[in-house]
């Protein structure tokens, strides 16, 4: 049963003052008090409006939401199945028991075709662009996802909002913004695994920022936006100065309250406005026009083209992987609900969108389709909720049908979860180097101890690759590398070693089972008690 909570959200600040689960759903007591001191929705949008749409304003560039909304389908409704015997899915070197170890897992994947992007783990950073939070911990975002030999996404209108930038007849011509993002990447990058992509969306295009990354700054890989998991409009950020706010507006950007406006500025030097929302437009793209796009992307220098896709209606989800593959394009990131964001509205996050799994389903049998007729099928990525091993096995294992194309899912994205492994990391560190760690946190000072090499499980694995280096190491980007490559990346090859298939586009439908009906009639599999009915009657009539 789909769930939402409307009596209490930390997002938004609001609860009630009754609590049992019937006025949870409906968000108000049912007997609201003349003199109640507690800020429900209602009560809060009586006094602070529109800010009740959102996040709090006072937690943005310092915190990542996402949906707690319960969508009647999880990964949990799937199980994954193991094995023991030794078949034909073993690849050659795996057939000996003293090699068949799940250290010795094949996890890399790649996304693209020509110029394939290589990965050590199936797993990218997805955009993390004007949002403060990005900006506040790029180095620590971009260098963990180097470190990790991941690709990860500069996102959309990072130019735009970058004060320094040089903008010329309406076209960017330099951001030191953009710059610090790209070599806070290239500083720890090998070379070979992972890469960096620049999103843009309406307003890059407008401002020429796609150009601007191929021809100056050599970037790889573009990734136009259509949308993200928790909305369906343009990007928003909050901007708690004026004088940006009037920058922003004079770039073009929809900035509300109109910061221009006398009145808006005086109220705002009055304390009464304390914030302005900056909006972008919304695009509507063609199949045309996005082909056409596309070519002109890789005449100009592009190598891998991608898409960014939100969580649209069913139709619109399969016209767009349509759309890719007329464009020939090298990958599409499918992000469904709940998505994480740094500040989207609150009521589209938990109700407005296609749920990820659904979602997954959708663009898989779209996928098989045009396969079937002989068409491009690009590669692709699912985001939306993701934070486990279990959960990216489901989703990549669910892509190919035994004896079919794929894996068509080559990898997962995330933000949300890559935000938390950055905070925790900063944070710890922090008071570790300040001596307070077993102050502020004495259970894990005493089993782990209070020194920065201490407290990181990977620490002495990366002090011997890089030497004293390692001190430059962010350690946020630590965290990214730990939470990446040691927990997602160890705990998909155990995963992988349950279920005898010892490279990626081995994983196929056929180790899963579905655990509700509606799992079942979603993704097409077989209920546990429907498993291999066939090789149960051909083992005992043997």
């Known amino acids: 049963m789909a769930r939402t909570n409307l009596g209490f959200s930390d997002v938004t600040g609001t609860m009630i003052r009754v609590r049992y689960e019937d006025a949870q759903q409906h968000g108000i007591c049912p007997i609201c008090l003349e003199d109640c001191p507690i800020l429900c929705t209602v009560g809060k949008a009586a006094l602070r409006g529109r800010e009740v749409l959102y996040p709090k304003p006072e937690y943005f560039g310092k915190s990542v939401a996402g949906s707690n909304k319960i969508f009647g389908l999880d990964w949990a409704d799937i199980q994954i199945m193991s094995d023991v015997r030794k078949e034909a899915t073993f690849p050659e070197e795996f057939r000996d028991p003293d090699k068949a170890i799940f250290e010795a897992v094949d996890i890399t994947s790649q996304l693209g075709f020509k110029h394939p992007i290589k990965l050590r783990v199936p797993v990218t950073i997805a955009a993390l662009g004007s949002t403060k939070v990005a900006a506040k911990n790029a180095e620590h975002i971009y260098g963990g996802a180097a470190l990790a030999g991941i690709l990860t996404v500069i996102g959309e209108n990072v130019c735009g909002m970058d004060p320094n930038s040089i903008v010329s007849n309406g076209k960017i011509q330099d951001s030191p913004d953009m710059k610090r993002r790209v070599e806070a990447f290239r500083k720890w990058w090998d070379g070979e695994y992972g890469d960096i992509a620049v999103q843009t969306n309406v307003e890059d295009q407008r401002l020429g920022v796609d150009i601007y990354a191929i021809t100056k700054l050599e970037v790889n890989v573009i990734e136009r936006k259509w949308g993200q998991g928790a909305k ?23 900035v509300i309250p109109d910061p221009l406006d006398p009145a ?28 056409e796009d596309v070519e002109k992307l890789r005449e100009q220098g592009a190598k891998v083209v991608g ?40 009521p589209m996050m938990l109700e407005q969108g296609v749920p990820t799994t659904y979602m997954e389903a959708i663009v898989l049998n779209a ?3 045009l396969w079937k007729k002989g068409k491009h099928v690009p590669h692709i990525q699912i985001a939306g909720g993701f934070i486990c091993p279990t959960q990216i096995f489901k989703a990549i294992a669910l892509s190919k049908w035994p004896g079919g194309p794929g894996p068509f899912v080559k990898a997962i994205a995330m933000a949300k979860p890559i935000l938390t492994a950055v905070f925790k990391a900063k944070l710890f560190a922090e008071w570790a180097e300040k001596g307070e760690l077993a102050k502020r946190n004495p259970a894990f000072a005493k089993v782990y101890g209070t020194k920065v090499e201490e407290i990181f499980e990977v620490y002495h694995e990366l002090k011997h690759k890089y030497g004293d280096k390692v001190k430059e190491i962010p350690y946020g980007a630590i965290g990214v590398y730990s939470y990446v490559v040691e927990y997602i990346g160890v705990g998909l090859k155990q995963l992988m070693a349950g279920s005898r298939r010892f490279k990626l586009d081995l994983l196929d439908r056929s180790l899963l089972a579905a655990l509700t009906p509606l799992a079942k009639e979603v993704f097409g599999l077989p209920m546990i008690h429907e498993l291999d009915k066939d090789v149960i009657d051909a083992i005992l009539e043997s």
């Open 264 to 291: 808006v500025q005086e109220a705002f030097k009055a304390g009464i406005i304390k914030s302005f929302e900056r909006h972008s437009r919304l695009g509507m793209p063609t199949i045309e026009g996005f082909v």
């Open 232 to 254: 369906s409009i343009g990007g928003e950020v909050r901007i708690f100065d004026l004088d940006r706010a009037i920058m922003l507006r004079k770039r073009g950007y929809i």
């Open 367 to 369: 996928a098989y389709r």
């Open 307 to 346: 898409l960014k896709m939100g969580q649209y209606r069913p139709a619109v989800i399969v016209w767009s992987l349509k759309a890719a593959s007329e464009a020939k394009l090298d990958y599409v990131t499918f992000d469904g609900q709940p998505g994480g964001t740094g500040m989207s509205p609150w």
